[in-house]
T-cell receptor
């Protein structure tokens, strides 16, 4: 089955700096790669996603890149703010089953 | 749009009792709903996939008689933890997806239910 690896497990940056979280996947059939932000005691919230027919997608301060050949995708957050502090999960899925395979999460701390 | 609710948000029960958790899609019809379990500081683990009107598909290692799932309508799925024990204490999260259109694969998550079994 699909195996999603996520690094780093923890990340601390200063406010205004950029943060990058990287994920790799094993199943070449995966074609949908969402990123979720989870705050303490809450459910995950979709922040951005990318499909296998594009290499990059941007939404204001957040961007995601996908390298299908290398089977890795990354989340980039620019101009970080304290409210960006949360746990971020990457995930991958194929068209057929819809089930998401999650990475282990990255705890991001943005210090003022 | 695409709001998923869960009820209750938290529940405390005695060992041996059963607990039902509801998951509702409020503004769309969910052809498929998923149930996840999350332990503290860990990732989400898929427990089962349920399609409206059919039996749920459970992941390996998840006891179907322990975790009863009913997806009776396109907007409601329930998870019943039967004869709960302290090791069942966890954060249970549901998600919902609809087929077709431009939102295929996209899952919308509920806020989660914190279950504590004493």
């Amino acid at each position: 089955g699909e195996n999603v690896e996520q690094h780093p497990s923890t990340l601390s940056v200063q406010e205004g700096d950029s943060a990058v979280i990287k994920c790799t996947y094993s199943d070449s059939a995966s074609n949908y790669f969402p990123w979720y932000k989870q705050e303490l005691g809450k459910g995950p919230q979709l922040i951005i996603d990318i499909r296998s027919n594009v290499g990059e997608k941007k939404d204001q301060r957040i961007a995601v890149t996908l390298n299908k050949t290398a089977k890795h995708f990354s989340l980039h957050i620019t101009e970080t703010q304290p409210e960006d502090s949360a746990v971020y999960f990457c995930a991958a899925s194929t068209n057929s089953g819809y089930a998401l395979n999650f990475g282990k999460g990255t705890s991001l701390l943005v210090t003022p | 749009g695409a709001v998923v609710s869960q009820h209750p948000s938290w529940v405390i029960c005695k060992s041996g009792t059963s607990v039902k958790i509801e998951c509702r899609s409020l503004d769309f019809q969910a052809t498929t709903m998923f149930w996840y379990r999350q332990f503290p500081k860990q990732s989400l683990m898929l427990m089962a996939t349920s399609n409206e009107g059919s039996k749920a598909t459970y992941e390996q290692g998840v006891e179907k008689d322990k975790f009863l799932i009913n997806h009776a309508s396109l907007t409601l799925s329930t998870l019943t933890v039967t004869s709960a024990h302290p090791e069942d204490s966890s954060f249970y999260i549901c998600s919902a997806t609809s087929s077709g259109g431009t939102s295929y694969n996209e899952q919308f998550f509920g806020p989660g239910t914190r279950l504590t079994v004493l």
